[in-house]
């Protein structure tokens, strides 16, 4: 409609500032990296809000599940509906919350544009930050005086003087200025009725707005309420839902200090409240303002949330699974919830209509809370999961049970057989499909079905995981156990890492790879070292995680004594790390294997971000830039390795690759045994310094050797520990004249 893009640039309201997150101490690292979604699904959201799923988590959040249900039971979502779920969920997801800043600077920018900058006084920026977060002005406002900004500046591009007047206004409204300035002496001489009239109408609407963010909102309910009577004003419609924003504002902000206990409202707060609802109402009733229906349905979920939060609730189940809602069906679907109610008791709805009652159900049995230890097992599904999903499936044959029966399933449950069958019919693009075909791969591997499992592994297009790295990652799984070869798993070794490549992705626009802390510990228990130096040379690696792994592979020869191994490696590297080159071709030429390997053990005590156990997460060393110090030894961050933790050190191998040889397994476990024996990399270098120097007394690389175990303990994995101090207590006695001895004058 003709006010549409003006209407839809204004249905946010977050009336609540974004809480500020601040550091204790060392610097912020970000999010922990993560290689599968926990509470939400991938982004970018839009696949999702599209009707791609992916592969849905017990441990999604209730309106990413209700939308699931909603979507596999073919309830079709507009893209007015789909652009606001997207927007809505990437707020929520957000780090810091709704964040106007960058809507803030679009502003700013644009106003430079339109109007020369030596016409314009100049804004404090600072200020307007300050201003506008005080009148919690959100970024829908700076949006839309952008957008307003520069149609103006075309139908006034005869008019300068207009243009500069409206901006001077526009910045009073965002320093929170609370009366419009007086008009320039003359201003209207000469302007056609068209532009007297529109000038008019932007006026009414700023000084409405004004009165809005300065807290009148009796007079800002006014000056809307006349616009929205004026019939040719271009702000009629978007002026009518904004009566009922006022309300919803004046409610909000007029609650007693105590406010967040949102079920417990005062008298003066309750007529606030059913004030507003009455608003929004009147907008909801009138077909001609259809196009701002659905801010006006989320408005409405936010007060009815605080008049009747019970019945709200139960509604809300109704509400999510109908059709044509627009941004209504975010804010409907984020008010979902099966937590407590204020006594604590679990929330129940009786007397639903069917399909809410559906939905309320499948909820109860498919949703589950985040494990609170990261990498812990899920809870266990509801004793009655399993069963009452596969007779609804049966009777209905509505695909969320079907879904729920598969996800509950055991490889022995009964019925299995008919449910992989039933699975195989659901296209794998549909809503449901691909968490059907994953999870039936899953089944079909641990029934020992391996034939089977590899056909519908490979009957996945791959086009349909593109842009979902958590499902990606679930299929690389997959197909890293059910592999015929080494080839195959060491290509599908290596994981994505979830939401990086939104902030940080690849030069070519890949996402950053890695390992989690499981996929790791698989590998480094299941693999030996010269298959490990095969996968570092595929080509499929990112850069990055090639580097990482190059040095992983050398440094884990030399803890575990494999000469052959360390020799190739170090000729690898010397051909990529020229600034380690001439070490690396020395260690290739000592006479001995013993003497190669003492000279490579004493470059990685000089190399911090060397490790040699295959590091998971966003490691240090996974940085291709030739700039890198692999010297640098850095506080807060990795410097050598460390112990994994005990649940680590347990024996893994009980799901052995099942293309591995005897011989590749022994040896596996071998260097895996070896690995963990070795402990840190701080007790590791003491003692292979300690033992060099006895040995070799008058090496003059003895008290160098003893010099880096030291350092290496002021950053690295314990400080303090017996084996440095024993370093240091044996450079200082033997070697106490020497510079290295000089260079440490205390253990750390």
């Not at 195989?424 to 020992?448: C, F, I, K, N």
């Amino acid at each position: 409609m003709k006010n549409a893009r003006t209407v839809l640039g204004l249905v946010g309201l977050a009336v609540l500032l974004p809480p500020v997150i601040a550091d204790a101490c060392g610097p912020d690292f970000g999010p922990a990296p993560r290689f599968s979604v926990v509470d939400n699904p991938d982004r970018p959201f839009s696949n999702y809000a599209a009707g791609r799923l992916g592969i849905l988590r017990r441990t999604f959040d209730p309106p990413y599940l209700a939308f699931a249900f909603r979507s596999m039971m073919g309830i079709p979502t507009t893209a007015d509906e789909q652009k606001h779920l997207v927007v809505g969920w990437t707020d929520a997801e957000g780090r810091y919350g709704p964040d106007p800043s960058w809507a803030r600077d679009q502003w700013t920018a644009v106003r430079q544009e339109v109007v020369p900058a030596k016409d314009l006084p100049q804004v404090d920026a600072n200020q307007l930050v300050y201003a506008s977060n005080d009148a919690y002005i959100h970024g829908d406002a700076f949006l839309h005086a952008a957008v307003t900004a520069r149609a103006l500046a075309k139908e006034w591009k005869q008019r300068p003087a207009l243009l500069k007047e409206w901006v001077g206004n526009q910045d009073n409204v965002f320093s929170k200025g609370c009366t419009l300035a007086d008009p320039a002496p003359g201003i209207e001489e000469s302007l056609t009725p068209r532009e007297k009239t529109r000038r008019q109408a932007e006026r009414d609407y700023q000084a409405a707005a004004m009165h809005l963010y300065c807290g009148k909102f009796d007079a800002a309910a006014e000056a809307l309420q006349n616009i929205a009577s004026t019939a040719d004003s271009p702000y009629r419609v978007l002026a009518a839902y904004l009566v009922a924003r006022t309300r919803v504002r004046e409610a909000l902000f007029l609650q007693p200090d105590d406010y967040y206990e949102v079920r417990k409202v005062d008298e003066a707060s309750l007529a606030r409240f059913t004030k507003a609802e009455e608003a929004i109402q009147k907008v909801l009733a009138d077909p001609k303002l259809r196009e701002v229906h659905g801010p006006a349905r989320r408005l409405l979920s936010l007060v009815r949330l605080r008049l009747s939060p019970a019945t709200w609730r139960c509604e809300l189940f109704s509400r999510v699974l109908e059709k044509g809602t627009g941004s209504g069906l975010e804010s409907e679907l984020a008010g979902l919830s099966l937590g407590a109610d204020a006594e604590g008791n679990a929330v129940t709805c009786p007397g639903l209509k069917p399909r809410a009652a559906e939905l309320f159900e499948w909820l109860r049995f498919m949703s589950t809370p985040i494990t609170e230890e990261p990498g812990a097992p899920e809870a266990p599904w509801p004793a009655k999961a399993y069963g009452t999903a596969v007779a609804r499936w049966k009777k209905s044959g509505n695909q969320p049970w079907l879904v729920l029966a598969l996800l509950s399933a055991r490889a022995d449950s009964p019925e299995v057989s008919t449910l992989l069958a039933d699975a195989g019919t659901v296209p794998v693009e549909s809503p449901a499909g691909m968490t059907l075909a994953w999870r039936s791969v899953q089944l079909l591997r641990e029934r020992g079905q391996l034939a089977e499992a590899r056909a519908r592994l490979d009957a996945i297009p791959p086009e349909q995981v593109r842009d979902q790295l958590s499902t990606d990652n679930a299929l690389r799984e997959e197909r890293l156990h059910l592999a015929n070869g080494w080839d195959e798993a060491l290509r599908n070794a290596a994981q994505f890492l979830v939401e990086e490549s939104v902030l940080a992705p690849q030069q070519d626009g890949s996402a950053p790879m890695g390992l989690s802390a499981a996929r790791a510990t698989f590998l480094e228990s299941h693999v030996p070292t010269r298959r490990l130096r095969e996968w570092a040379a595929l080509p499929s690696l990112t850069p990055e995680l090639r580097r990482q792994l190059s040095w992983a592979v050398f440094a884990r020869a030399a803890v575990v004594g494999d000469d052959a191994m360390l020799k190739a490696q170090a000729t690898t590297l010397a051909e990529t790390e020229p600034k380690a080159r001439a070490e690396l071709l020395a260690i290739v030429a000592r006479p001995t294997a013993e003497e190669r390997q003492f000279d490579a053990r004493l470059l990685i005590m000089g190399l911090p971000v060397v490790s040699a156990r295959l590091e998971p997460a966003r490691d240090r060393l996974a940085n291709a830039s030739p700039k890198l110090d692999l010297t640098e030894d850095l506080s807060w961050y990795r410097n050598g390795w460390c112990v994994p933790g005990p649940k680590n050190l347990e024996d893994p191998l009980k799901t052995p690759l099942p293309f591995a040889s005897q011989e590749e397994r022994t040896d596996a476990a071998a260097e895996w045994k070896a690995l963990n024996e070795a402990g840190s990399s701080v007790a590791f270098f003491s003692g292979v310094a300690l033992d060099w120097a006895k040995a070799h007394p008058e090496d003059p690389r003895s008290p160098i050797a003893l010099f880096r175990a030291v350092r290496s303990s002021k950053r690295g994995c314990g400080q303090n520990t017996p084996e440095a101090k024993k370093a240091f207590a044996y450079l200082h006695k033997q070697y106490g004249k020497t510079e290295w001895a000089r260079k440490t004058p205390y253990v750390y």
